[in-house]
């Protein structure tokens, strides 16, 4: 079974940066992706980012793609989402979730993700 924690979020100002934390623990990851999705209030949880736990490839949302980046830490079995540039509409709930990859590629939905963090608040400001 596998426990997944969430750190790092907070309040900033736009142009900020900040970088979350996903720590896992309870079970390898060795055939896992670890994405992060983000919840602003009223909508639906939306894909960020992912990474493929074994070959280290990554996959964003085009919203986010060239001010985050998402990486991993084998040895702390630990995936990190830096964020750059922050926008106010960053702000959201942000969630680490982790699932058996499909052959090819990654899951980009959040029924297709079993093991699911709390969450932490990230909230741009202008």
């Known amino acids: 079974q596998v426990q997944l924690v969430e750190s790092g979020g907070g309040l900033v100002q736009a142009g900020g940066s900040l970088r979350l934390s996903c720590a896992a623990s309870?079970?390898?990851?060795?055939?896992?992706?670890v994405t992060w999705f983000r919840q602003a209030p009223g909508k639906e949880r939306d894909f960020v980012a992912s990474?493929?736990?074994?070959?280290?490839?990554?996959f964003y949302v085009d919203a986010v793609t060239g001010r985050f980046a998402i990486s991993r830490d084998i040895a702390k079995n630990t995936v990190y989402l830096q964020m750059n540039s922050l926008k106010p509409e960053d702000t959201a709930v942000y969630y680490c979730?982790?699932?058996?990859?499909?052959?090819?590629?990654?899951?980009?939905?959040?029924?297709?993700?079993?093991?699911w963090g709390q969450g932490t608040q990230v909230t741009v400001s202008s």
């Open positions: 990474i493929r736990w074994s070959a280290g490839s990554t």
């Open positions: 309870g079970g390898t990851l060795d055939s896992f992706a």
């Open positions: 979730a982790a699932d058996r990859t499909p052959y090819r590629g990654i899951y980009y939905r959040p029924y297709e993700y079993h093991y």
